[in-house]
């Protein structure tokens, strides 16, 4: 990689989205990060020597101010979303199903939508949005997730037809169970919808990984990095999973 190549992440004041921020300024680029979580944020951008912006995801204009003036830009990590309910679809209420969508959905189309015409004209760029195994399999509860990882998948690789010859890549990254935060609260909810106990669910998880252990965040984060770099040249339109055999 030569130079300083510009690379935002949503979401990125924890979690996998911090492990990318770290793997990716361990490797020079320049980094922003965004997240909802300013104080958190700043902190961890400072710790990293990189830039912070304030962003829900949720909201269009704060996405168009997280990329306002980030020229060149070169890559975009669509990181950010939500779990959602864990409920059958009778009794997902319409409010929950549209925000998980515009989290996890219509967040990154936006970011897409602004970004693409600028590493066009630069003549080079990538992008990683975040999908999940839940972009490959059903989930009996989890409708609103599901259907965003799914659609997720179909962007990705729609972008990468459009933007394959300006020379920009679109790939999908799918986690599979990932240790942190947020999967822990995905295996309470699991547990409370299925009436068991949380190491009951936690086992459930872990046995439908080959590897019988959780993802952890740095294993997603090389993937990602490894997407931006230039020995990926020739990868696009991919759905790459780090799930430890998950099914």
Do not use: H
Not at 26 to 38: F, H, K, N, P
Not at 46 to 52: M, S, V
């Amino acid at each position: 990689m030569s130079g300083r190549r510009l690379v935002a992440i949503t979401a990125a004041a924890g979690g996998i989205g911090l492990a990318i921020a770290e793997a990716l300024a361990e490797r020079g680029y320049d980094v922003v990060l965004s997240d909802i979580d300013a104080d958190k944020g700043e902190r961890e951008a400072r710790r990293l020597g990189a830039r912070f912006r304030r962003c829900d995801v949720r909201e269009p204009a704060e996405i168009e101010a997280l990329l306002e003036g980030l020229d060149p830009l070169y890559g975009l990590v669509n990181n950010a979303g939500i779990a959602g309910p864990t409920a059958p679809v009778p009794e997902i209420a319409p409010a929950a199903w549209r925000e998980v969508l515009d989290a996890n959905l219509t967040a990154a189309f936006l970011a897409c939508r602004i970004a693409a015409p600028r590493m066009i004209a630069a003549g080079e760029g990538a992008i990683v949005n975040m999908g999940s195994v839940a972009g490959r399999v059903g989930f009996a509860g989890r409708a609103p997730y599901c259907a965003s990882k799914w659609g997720l998948l179909g962007l990705t690789a729609t972008l990468a037809r459009e933007l394959g010859p300006s020379g920009v890549r679109v790939n999908a990254v799918l986690p599979g169970s990932v240790r942190g935060e947020r999967m822990r609260g995905v295996i309470e909810r699991f547990a409370r919808s299925r009436g068991i106990t949380v190491a009951e669910a936690e086992d459930y998880y872990l046995r439908r990984q080959a590897t019988g252990r959780f993802v952890e965040p740095r294993e997603v984060a090389e993937t990602v990095a490894f997407l931006l770099g230039d020995s990926a040249r020739s990868i696009t339109g991919q759905f790459i999973g780090v799930d430890g055999g998950f099914e």
